[in-house]
């Protein structure tokens, strides 16, 4: 069966998105809704016999399409969503989805009274160095984790806003968030303090924190740590999550997984890539209805979602905040 998939956004991400889709068997990029026709219809071109458009109803009457592509920033999130929901239409949607916990929270309801195939975009979740990484903390016991998000700003300015993206520990930080939750289980409390150092003073109307370190205390027992930074240069910086057990350390970073341990110390360094694969699940449970290859839904990115606004609530008021599950 040909599937036909639309795309909302235009931006990097979309392209990302489209053009994996756009290489897959019986695939096709149908449709690509942007913010105008032009910025859409210039995003269409790249796919063979897509169209562009201005707006929601109007892609989704005009088209038969079989699932929809999310991919516009935090604050754009809701609409979209509802209307999918409404109609059956089968979405994956970017992460975060969303700058706080009100839509979201609202949006995983109305999944849950009207369900359908879908999934959130924490592609790190499908690396093979991760599923390693959980394969050998089954049956373990984590100590302790430390985790970071150390980059520049991304250039687009709803990044820099607070009501845009959330903030650096919503918007991007959120990935370290989700692989802790997935390696190592649920959070119950967190304590954050926040600042502003170097960004304000290098750009215009910057309303997020430029660093930020949040300790983390989980449901196991386990502490960990995960720190932000986006004030450094462009080209410079390092994500990762540590896991320290009693065997030894798993530090893992988007290209290397290493442990280090008394009886092994072994690194793997994998190509794989897990957008793909992603895509893979996704479209895979969309053909057959099989979802067990999609590795985050909503339900479960809400979780992830309300650890991350936890963090901004604490680092506003000062307090630890507590997380019920
Ligand atoms: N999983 C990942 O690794 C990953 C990587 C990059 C971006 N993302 C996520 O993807 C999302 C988009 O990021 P991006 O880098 O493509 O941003 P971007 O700014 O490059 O693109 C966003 C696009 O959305 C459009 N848009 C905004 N509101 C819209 C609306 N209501 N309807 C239709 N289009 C709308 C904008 O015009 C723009 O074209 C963000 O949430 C980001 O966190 C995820």
Not at 37 to 66: C, H, I, N, Q, S
Not at 299 to 321: F, I, M, Y
Request: hydrophobic residues 40%; glycine residues 10%.
């Amino acid at each position: 069966m040909d599937l036909n998939i639309g795309i909302i956004g235009t931006g990097w991400f979309s392209k990302v998105h489209g053009d994996i889709l756009a290489g897959m068997d019986r695939v096709r990029v149908a449709a690509v809704l942007g913010t105008s026709e032009a910025k859409a219809e210039a995003m269409a071109v790249r796919y063979p016999g897509a169209r562009g458009y201005a707006g929601l109803t109007e892609m989704l009457d005009r088209e038969k399409l079989d699932a929809v592509y999310i991919c516009v920033p935090p604050m754009a999130h809701g609409e979209i969503e509802s209307v999918l929901i409404e109609r059956g239409i089968p979405f994956l949607v970017e992460k975060p989805i969303g700058t706080n916990m009100d839509i979201p929270t609202e949006i995983s309801g109305k999944l849950q009274s009207k369900p359908l195939v879908h999934a959130v975009g924490y592609h790190f979740r499908y690396k093979a160095t991760i599923q390693m990484m959980k394969e050998r903390m089954a049956g373990q016991t984590l100590a302790m984790a430390l985790g970071t998000w150390m980059g520049d700003m991304p250039q687009v300015s709803w990044w820099r806003r607070q009501e845009g993206s959330g903030g650096q520990f919503i918007e991007q930080t959120t990935h370290i968030v989700d692989l802790l939750r997935y390696l190592a289980g649920e959070v119950e409390e967190v304590y954050a303090s926040y600042a502003n150092r170097i960004v304000h003073t290098q750009f215009e109307q910057v309303g997020v924190p430029d660093v930020g370190t949040v300790t983390l205390k989980l449901r196991s027992g386990a502490i960990a740590n995960i720190s932000n930074t986006c004030a450094l240069p462009g080209g410079v910086g390092e994500v990762g999550l540590k896991l320290y057990t009693g065997s030894g350390m798993l530090h893992w970073n988007p290209d290397r997984l290493d442990i280090v341990g008394t009886e092994e110390s072994t690194s793997y360094k994998l190509g794989d890539n897990p957008y793909l694969k992603e895509n893979e699940a996704f479209i895979h449970a969309l053909r057959t209805g099989d979802t067990s290859g999609i590795l985050s839904d909503y339900a479960d990115a809400l979780k992830t979602q309300r650890v991350t606004c936890a963090a901004l609530e604490s680092a506003s008021t000062g307090k630890p905040v507590k997380i019920e599950n």
